[in-house]
């Protein structure tokens, strides 16, 4: 992937989130939970034959101690578990439309996490301003409202003049998105259920 897109870590962290829960759900995962648990147990697992490298990660994690993707999944999943999924539901109870839920579950993640690729680029500074923008957006009522749709605007210039791309946020909003759409305990669960849902 690396030597594709010249050196650019794009989709990194979503490739090694989703894969370790599309591995846990394969394996059995009763539920979001247990699926996150046993993600956790498959992160750990040292991979021989992938060398460490000086990834993005690795040196965020060097510098300011955040473990990152790893971190999250060996932790289970946190902001995908207690964050994403509960933001993305409630948005949905709510009546608001799927384009607003998605982009509220992401700037609820935005708002809490220690984003590495935020980090890499813009230090702690960056990851400051990120989550304050976030959670303007959301204090003013998400993206779904005409003031918060204005806070999103000024969030989005300011990631762009300052180039910074909260790629973490969004890995995780992939994997909340990608349990949100298992069909847990339906007795029709197959291949054809994943590609049908949504």
């Known amino acids: 992937m690396l030597r594709v ?25 009763g539920d979001e939970r247990e699926a996150a648990r046993a993600a956790a147990r498959l992160a750990v697992l040292p991979d021989l034959r992938i060398p460490v490298g000086d990834s993005h990660g690795r040196q965020v994690w060097l510098r300011y101690g955040v473990a990152g993707a790893r971190g999250e999944a060996e932790a289970a999943f946190p902001h995908v578990i207690e964050v994403a ?5 409630r948005a949905r109870a709510d009546g608001l439309g799927e384009a607003v839920a998605r982009v509220d579950a992401l700037l609820e993640v935005m708002s809490l996490l220690a984003d590495t690729c935020v980090l890499h680029r813009g230090g702690h500074e960056g990851l ?10 959301l204090a003013e009522g998400g993206s779904g409202t005409g003031s918060g749709l204005a806070a999103l605007a000024e969030l989005d210039e300011l990631l762009r003049r300052r180039r910074l791309s909260p790629g973490g946020s969004a890995d995780l909003l992939a994997a909340a998105l990608f349990l949100d759409m298992v069909p847990w ?14």
């Open 85 to 89: 999924l509960p933001r993305l539901r």
């Open 128 to 137: 400051r301003a990120v989550r304050r923008g976030a959670g303007r957006v």
């Open 185 to 198: 305990g339906s007795p029709r669960a197959g291949p054809e259920v994943f590609a049908c849902r949504r």
């Open 5 to 29: 897109t010249g050196g650019v870590n794009t989709h990194r962290g979503a490739l090694w989130a989703v894969g370790l829960l599309v591995a846990a759900v394969a394996g059995g995962a």
